[in-house]
C-alpha cells in the first residue's frame, strides 16, 4: 500500500523567512496530495492540495510543487508569520479508490516573532 | 460553512467497555470515514463507507471496530470491547467526491 514520508519533522523559523516540508509517496497510482494544518488540539484543516496533472499551485503565500517522476510533493510558505505556526501534515491519495489519505508524520513548524 | 461536527468531544471509559462516537457529515457529503490520531503522532486511515456500506479499511479496524450510519444524518464508530492501546483522538472525515476531506473537530477517547 501506499506509503508517506515527510521530512523534517521540527522546523523553526524566524518570522519572515520562508519554510519548506518535503514528502515522498511510493504508489505511483496516488494522483491527489493535500496539504493539512493542525493547531494544537484542533481538526486538520485543509490548506492546499495538488493534482497529479499540475506542477505547481500557488495561493497568497502557499505554494506545493510535485515531481511525479521522483514521487515527491513540497509544501513552501513564505513571509512565514507567527500565525503559521502548527503541526502541518502531508497525505497522499489515489484516484478511482475511496478517496482514502495517507498521511504522513508531520512536521512541527515554529515561527519565531 | 458546513461543518462535520462530532460527540462527545471526549470520552473516558474502562477497559472492556463498549463506546460509540458519533459525526454528524455535511449533508451533501457521499463519503465518510474515521482517523484516529494518537497523542502526538500521525492520523491514520481507519475506514472508509459509502452507499450504505464499507468501502475499505485499515488493518487497525479489526473485529472489535463497527461503523453504522443509522439514519440519514450520523454516522457511527463503535469500539466493542476498548483496550487501553485504543486511547486516541478519532475524527470523522467525509467528502463529496472523494477529494477534498472535511473533518471534524474530533472526539478524544481515554481508555482507563
Known amino acids: 500500500g501506499e506509503n508517506v514520508e515527510q521530512h523534517p519533522s521540527t522546523l523553526s523559523v524566524q518570522e519572515g523567512d520562508s519554510a519548506v516540508i518535503k514528502c515522498t509517496y511510493s504508489?505511483?497510482?496516488?494522483?491527489?496530495f493535500p496539504w493539512y494544518k493542525q493547531e494544537l488540539g484542533k481538526r486538520p484543516q485543509l490548506i492546499i492540495d495538488?493534482?497529479?496533472?499540475?506542477g505547481e499551485k500557488k495561493d497568497q503565500r502557499i505554494a506545493v510543487t510535485l515531481n511525479k517522476t521522483a514521487k515527491h510533493f513540497s509544501l513552501h510558505i513564505t513571509e512565514t508569520q507567527p500565525e503559521d505556526s502548527a503541526v502541518y501534515f502531508c497525505?497522499?491519495?489515489?484516484?478511482?479508490?475511496?478517496?482514502?489519505?495517507?498521511f504522513g508524520q508531520g512536521t512541527t513548524l515554529q515561527v519565531k516573532p | 460553512e458546513p461543518e462535520v461536527t462530532q460527540t462527545p468531544s471526549h470520552q473516558v471509559t474502562q477497559m472492556g467497555q463498549e463506546v460509540i462516537l458519533r459525526c454528524v457529515p455535511i449533508?451533501?457529503?457521499?463519503?465518510f470515514y474515521w482517523y484516529r490520531q494518537i497523542l502526538g503522532q500521525k492520523v491514520e486511515f481507519l475506514v472508509s463507507?459509502?452507499?450504505?456500506?464499507?468501502?475499505?479499511k485499515s488493518e487497525i479496524f479489526d473485529d472489535q471496530f463497527s461503523v453504522e450510519r443509522p439514519d440519514g444524518s450520523n454516522f457511527t464508530l463503535k469500539i466493542r470491547s476498548t483496550k487501553l492501546e485504543d486511547s486516541a483522538m478519532y475524527f470523522c472525515?467525509?467528502?463529496?467526491?472523494?477529494?477534498?476531506?472535511?473533518f471534524g473537530e474530533g472526539s478524544r477517547l481515554t481508555v482507563l
Open positions: 449533508s451533501n457529503h457521499l463519503y
Open positions: 463507507f459509502y452507499n450504505n456500506e464499507i468501502s475499505e
Open positions: 472525515a467525509s467528502s463529496q467526491e472523494r477529494r477534498e476531506l472535511f
Open positions: 504508489d505511483s497510482a496516488s494522483n491527489y
Open positions: 495538488i493534482r497529479s496533472n499540475v
Open positions: 497525505a497522499a491519495s489515489s484516484l478511482g479508490n475511496t478517496g482514502k489519505l495517507i
